[in-house]
């Protein structure tokens, strides 16, 4: 059984980013990834546009050339693909961490397949992959999506749009463009202030034209075959529809991270313990990586403010080491 430094969990871009500096340093770590390589980009929609620019996108001093200053998904996959190949970084693909336990100063993390020993572990798996769930009947039906890919299956359909942040005014106008019939709902008493400003605007504009039609201090009731019951400041609607984008956001995976054995403080926010300067968690020698740093509160954290966890994760790392 090979023995590593470092075991890290995620293969994103914070993922790829610490297994950079542990290279850089002389320590042998490995990724460990239940999907592919940047599995949330990869799920991104087809046609998104980062609002991040392709320079607060880079990682490991390997530039992001992009055709505009605002990267597509499509040129974000190629070139953390090309961040690996540069840094001959060990990934093993297609396994999921299931538990980590301590055998004596060691981390034994094992998956649906193998077994892996380090002497820390970095936990960097996002939250993409854990859609915030509406919690009302019919929300198990086929016609109900939480995640949004490309705009042809909507065509000259029925949606229903839930929420009113930047993934639901961008799915919202792109299904509309294309000649879908748009209804959003809308929990608030207006759309989310810092949606892309270039998208802003345009959404407002559709919504004020009736173009796209928006139900704000609304939420979804029930949702039926060919049907979905929202509660309105006017009472209960009924709107015809053939699908439902929930637009809803998303949350980090508390299962697994209860099954890693970490835990989370009882704010709003359900935030992960851990050292703010060194990002080690409540389980000394695991770290905590990117976006589940921040909990519940999502856009805390995003790739380019938290492309230096692997810094701040490795310089701790080389301390202990030394000390010890």
Request: hydrophobic residues 35%.
């Amino acid at each position: 059984m090979d023995m590593y430094d470092i075991l890290i969990i995620g293969a994103g871009p914070t993922g790829i980013s610490c297994a950079i500096e542990a290279k850089k340093n002389g320590l042998k770590a490995l990724i460990i990834e239940k999907g592919m390589l940047t599995n949330s980009i990869y799920n991104f929609p087809t046609n998104m546009t980062f609002f991040s620019t392709s320079l607060n996108l880079e990682i490991g001093d390997v530039p992001f050339i992009s055709h505009n200053e605002k990267p597509t998904r499509m040129e974000a996959l190629e070139y953390y693909r090309r961040v690996i190949d540069k840094w001959d970084i060990d990934i093993v693909f297609r396994e999921e961490a299931q538990s980590i336990i301590e055998n004596g100063n060691r981390f034994v993390t094992q998956t649906g397949k193998s077994t892996y020993t380090s002497t820390f572990v970095i936990v960097a798996t996002g939250f993409y992959d854990t859609p915030r769930k509406l919690n009302v009947p019919g929300e198990e039906l086929s016609k109900v999506k939480h995640y949004y890919d490309d705009v042809h299956p909507y065509i000259q359909q029925k949606v229903l749009v839930v929420g009113g942040a930047n993934s639901a005014c961008d799915v919202a106008l792109e299904t509309w463009s294309k000649g879908a019939d748009v209804t959003m709902v809308i929990r608030d008493s207006e759309l989310y202030q810092k949606v892309k400003y270039w998208i802003l605007p345009n959404i407002e504009n559709r919504i004020k034209e009736g173009s796209i039609k928006a139900y704000f201090n609304s939420t979804v009731k029930e949702i039926n075959a060919e049907n979905v019951i929202i509660q309105s400041p006017n009472g209960d609607l009924s709107i015809d529809n053939d699908y439902v984008l929930a637009m809803t956001g998303y949350m980090p995976q508390y299962d697994l991270l209860s099954k890693f054995g970490i835990e989370w403080d009882d704010s709003e926010w359900q935030i992960p313990i851990h050292d703010e300067e060194s990002l080690e968690s409540n389980r000394k020698g695991i770290y905590l990586a990117g976006v589940i740093n921040g909990g519940l509160h999502t856009s805390r954290y995003f790739i380019e403010n938290s492309r230096e966890h692997g810094q701040k994760i490795i310089a701790d790392i080389i301390l202990k080491t030394s000390i010890a």
